[in-house]
């Protein structure tokens, strides 16, 4: 199946710092989502993106559809150690068939 | 409270004997959806459904079936598990242009 492309796949970051991530595919998406898995979980939804070029602000995460429709950033702004976790974009490429890429770890140092 | 509930969490079994993992959402949500998380692989789509007896086929349905006879209702079935089905296994649910609602998982181990 159709991979999404995400980068870094981890990240080390001090309490306090912003940190972006972004998602890259070879074909045009219509919808960008990104979720956060913390440990022992589920993935849980942070941003929809419907729209190429829509910001979307959730708290202190600011997400991006990008303007070519083949990519979208997600920003965290003062990380705070309850950041941590698996961060993963998504986008569905027929009909519900949903492509997630894989992952994005980020660990917050005090 | 609005979720999507798997059981059991934690399964072990042994190749070959038959297992359904049960998923049920609270939510009237027309979209379900199963996924498999491995590592290094991240989340594959198994199957998911569309509604009431709409299912098809997602990345890696091989070994797996589905169904969806009650709206709240989709669970994965294992014929004949095997080894290589050991994973952490999802359940999610949608309306149409949300993104999934996520179970909190079911771990599954076959010997």
């Known amino acids: 199946g159709q991979q999404l492309n995400q980068s870094p796949q981890s990240m080390f970051i001090q309490e306090g710092e912003d940190v972006s991530m972004n998602c890259t595919s070879s074909?045009?998406?219509?919808?960008w989502l990104w979720y956060k898995q913390d440990p022992g979980e589920g993935p849980v939804l942070l941003i929809a993106l419907y729209k190429a070029g829509e910001l979307t602000s959730n708290g202190r995460l600011t997400a991006q559809f990008g303007i070519t429709r083949k990519d979208s950033f997600l920003n965290i702004s003062a990380s705070i150690p309850s950041d941590v976790g698996i961060y993963f974009c998504?986008?569905?490429?027929?009909?519900?068939?949903?492509?997630f890429g894989k992952g994005n770890q980020v660990v917050v140092i005090p | 409270e609005a979720q999507v509930t798997q059981n059991p969490r934690y399964l072990i079994t042994v190749t070959g004997k038959k297992l359904t993992v049960t998923c049920s959402q609270n939510?009237?949500?027309?979209?379900m959806s199963w996924y498999r998380q491995d590592p290094g692989l991240g989340l594959r789509q198994i199957y998911y459904?569309?509604?009431?007896?709409?299912?098809d086929k997602g990345d890696v349905p091989e070994g797996y079936k589905v169904s969806r006879k009650e709206k709240r209702n989709f669970p994965l079935i294992l014929e004949s598990p095997s080894p290589n089905q050991t994973s952490l296994y999802f359940c999610a649910s949608r309306r149409a242009n949300y993104g999934y609602t996520f179970g909190s998982g079911t771990r599954l181990t076959v010997v």
């Open positions: 998504a986008g569905p490429v027929y009909r519900d068939r949903l492509a």
């Open positions: 939510m009237n949500h027309e979209y």
């Open positions: 074909s045009i998406f219509n919808t």
């Open positions: 459904s569309m509604n009431v007896e709409v299912t």
